[in-house]
């Protein structure tokens, strides 16, 4: 995508990536070929009790995205547009896997551009990767299942050290 202006055009993909999917990634590389620069922004809930600390989570994206020059892993709290405004960013970038993600997704999208002036760019999950969740990954692990064909190996890796009864 080219920039209207000179500045570079800076996305932020926000999420919780508890874990990382393969359809996480692989919007992390089609959003990357689109933008300048994408921040992928991890929130730091304090209300959720986590699979991985949000560190570790931020280690395994920069390992599974070391080949994309222009991706970083970082973490924010409070309002994702304040967050957007001291880094810079003009555009959030999202992924929609079915008609069920997108009632939430317009009220995001609709709050941060009132907000705070942001766009939120969709884009339609690859369809291999429509039917991954985090929240599937977790429960499948939890339930002792192997869900290695379903994140990137960074993650497998750590998810097998955690789980070693995995199928
Ligand atoms: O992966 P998730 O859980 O769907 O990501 C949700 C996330 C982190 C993008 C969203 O909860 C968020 O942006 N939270 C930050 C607080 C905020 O700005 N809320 C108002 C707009 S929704």
């Given at each position: 995508m080219t920039s209207v202006s000179s500045r570079p055009l800076v996305a932020i993909y926000p999420g919780s990536f508890d874990?990382?999917?393969?359809?996480?990634?692989?919007?992390?590389s089609r959003g990357a070929s689109l933008f300048d620069r994408l921040l992928i922004a991890i929130l730091r809930n304090t209300q959720?009790?986590?699979?991985?600390?949000?560190?570790?989570?931020?280690?395994m994206i920069r390992e599974a995205s070391s080949h994309l020059e222009n991706v970083?892993?970082?973490?924010?709290?409070?309002?994702?547009?304040?967050?957007?405004?001291?880094?810079?960013?003009?555009?959030?970038?999202?992924?929609?896997?079915?008609?069920?993600?997108?009632?939430?997704?317009?009220?995001?999208?609709?709050?941060?551009?009132?907000?705070?002036?942001?766009?939120?760019?969709?884009?339609?999950?690859?369809?291999?990767?429509s039917f991954l969740s985090s929240r599937m990954i977790k429960e499948i692990v939890t339930l002792g299942g192997d869900v290695s064909n379903?994140?990137?190996?960074?993650?497998?890796?750590?998810l097998r050290k955690r789980f070693p009864g995995q199928r």
């Open positions: 874990p990382l999917t393969n359809g996480h990634l692989d919007l992390i959720k009790a986590p699979l991985f600390p949000v560190d570790e989570r931020i280690q970083e892993a970082d973490s924010f709290e409070g309002l994702l547009v304040d967050y957007a405004a001291r880094r810079g960013a003009s555009v959030f970038l999202r992924g929609i896997r079915a008609v069920s993600d997108y009632e939430a997704e317009l009220q995001m999208a609709l709050l941060n551009r009132r907000m705070g002036g942001v766009e939120t760019i969709f884009l339609m999950a690859g369809e291999e990767f379903f994140v990137p190996a960074p993650v497998a890796a750590r």
